[in-house]
């Protein structure tokens, strides 16, 4: 069956500026087409996302239509910058939203996001990464995800210098080498339990 991955880009900075969240996502959704998967993804910040959890937040709320993309992907890909060694607020808020899925849990356990896998990719200038991904990785996992083995890639900069991930003249082989294992896994992983769902956690 098809296999398709959806990136959502946590960065601060609006579209169309340069974003080294977005170059990071790019080089993860292209490792992941070259296992055959399709892929697309969106800037949440481009959209108006209001605060709250529940699936839909009423009148202007734009979270409903990003949220059927994520419900359509075998794989999500949630990247996101570190900001005073946080995820950024948006991507704080991605969770928030995410969290109606626990309010769409089926009589017999399953819970809709059963069956996804989802991986993380972290940039910044300061130290974070692995407390970032530990974050984003526990929300997930927790939202009924399935993260992979090596599930996450980042670069992190020298504390406090100013050059950005999008300025560096070529993507660190240690970076660039992660990216590939985090791809290979996650799509390994989404086709097995394409393949073999997970058996409703309450017997019928």
Not at 151 to 176: C, F, I, N, R, S
Request: glycine share 8%; with cysteine.
């Amino acid at each position: 069956m098809p296999m398709s991955a959806f990136g959502l880009n946590c960065t601060l900075t609006a579209s169309p500026a340069a974003s080294s969240t977005q170059l990071l996502l790019d080089q993860v959704l292209a490792a992941l087409s070259e296992h055959g998967v399709s892929t697309d993804s969106t800037r949440v910040v481009d959209h108006d996302i209001k605060p709250g959890v529940r699936a839909d937040e009423g009148d202007g709320d734009e979270w409903p239509g990003i949220r059927q993309r994520v419900l359509d992907a075998g794989i999500l890909v949630v990247a996101t910058p570190i900001w005073m060694g946080q995820p950024s607020s948006v991507a704080k808020r991605v969770l928030e939203r995410l969290n109606a899925f626990l309010g769409e849990i089926d009589d017999s356990g399953c819970y809709p996001t059963f069956g996804r896998v989802a991986t993380v990719a972290v940039v910044g200038n300061e130290d974070g990464a692995h407390h970032v991904t530990a974050e984003l990785y526990q929300g997930l996992a927790d939202l009924g995800f399935t993260i992979p083995a090596a599930g996450a890639t980042y670069w992190v900069g020298e504390a406090m210098h100013k050059t950005d991930y999008k300025d560096l003249e070529e993507t660190p082989e240690k970076t660039a080498s992660t990216t590939r294992t985090l791809a290979s896994n996650a799509v390994h992983l989404a086709r097995l339990l394409q393949q073999h769902p997970y058996p409703p956690p309450t017997p019928q």
